[in-house]
């Protein structure tokens, strides 16, 4: 049995012979236990894509909606319909004005 083995072991090496195993390291590194220094390191260390096109597109979409809500706002109506008073070439409300006169007067 034993030279069996060793004819078998010969024959086997023979043919592995020229086959090299390059990432002993790598798998070694996978094996053993991962500390948490070392996601800390990966985290830090990942790779983030942000991709150009999607991201310019909604920029450009948010821009358009402000500036067309800022354009098509309206003005609010002055449902004050009292007379208005020209004042050393300002004009005021009739009822502003004379609100203001009595806060100023106390």
Known sequence: MKKANEQLKRHLDKELGQIQFSRQVEVM????????????????????????I????????CIVLIGYKEIMHEEPKNTNSGVLITVAGSYYWKEDLERMMSENEN
């Open 29 to 52: 590194n996978k094996i053993t236990r991962i500390t948490w220094k070392d996601k800390l390191h990966r985290l830090w260390n990942k790779e983030i894509s942000i991709p150009l």
């Open 54 to 61: 999607p991201i310019s597109a909604v920029l450009a979409l």
